[in-house]
Every structure is written in C-alpha cells, then in structure tokens.
C-alpha cells in the first residue's frame, strides 16, 4: 500500500500563488494531482511519470501551474500561480507503481491521498 500525504493548501485572493506537497510513502512511477469542486467530477490537474520529466497538464491550468518531482525524496510538488476563483477545490494527489499511459484520468491511479484544500477568493 503507498501512502500519500499533501500539505500546503490554504485560501488566498485571486492573482496570489500557493505550493502544494505530496509525500509518498515509496518510489511510484506515475503521479499527479487532481481536484474536485463542491458539486463537480474529480479532474486531473497535472502529472508526470517517473524519471522521464515527461509532464501533462490541463488546459485550464497550462501556464500557471507547474508540476515537478524529486524521486530522491519522493515528493510530487504543485506550484500554482495566477489563482482564479475556479481553482478552488478539493485537491489531491495520487500514485500508481505502473507507467500509466492516461496520466489526467483518475481511473489510472491506485493511491490516493486525503486531499487538501484550495480556496482562492475574488
């Protein structure tokens, strides 16, 4: 079972930035970060895999937010700036030992982790 625990989520005025961190408990190949909205589906956020670099992001977020992992370390980090209201949400991250080839799908991921909440305000 791996374990994941967030940290760094909080509230702050549209325009501000906030880093969230997720420690895993064990070296895992994919990891991302999603989020879900009082009332929406969970979405996927950003991603990446192991140590290839290679990154994903949604379109919503492209340009604002940047993913990056350090394996040594086992941390998956999320650096958001230019915050709009819309960001707020619960976010989390999420783990899986395999290579997954469908990063920003939440079917893709076995490990999850308790969430920690954005809220960004006008």
């Known amino acids: 079972q791996v374990q994941l625990v967030e940290s760094g989520g909080g509230s702050v005025q549209a325009g501000g930035s906030l880093r969230l961190s997720c420690t895993a408990s064990e070296y895992v190949a994919s990891m991302g970060w999603f989020r879900q909205a009082p009332g929406k589906e969970r979405e996927g956020v950003a991603a990446t895999y192991g140590s290839t670099g290679y990154t994903v992001y949604a379109d919503s977020v492209k340009g604002r937010f940047t993913i990056s992992r350090d394996n040594a370390k086992k941390t998956l980090d999320l650096v958001m700036n230019s915050l709009k209201p819309e960001d707020t949400a619960m976010y989390y991250c999420?783990?899986?030992?395999?290579?997954?080839?469908?990063?920003?799908?939440?079917?893709?991921?076995?490990?999850w982790g308790q969430g920690t909440q954005v809220t960004v305000s006008s």
């Open positions: 999420a783990a899986d030992r395999r290579l997954r080839g469908h990063l920003l799908l939440e079917t893709e991921y076995n490990y």
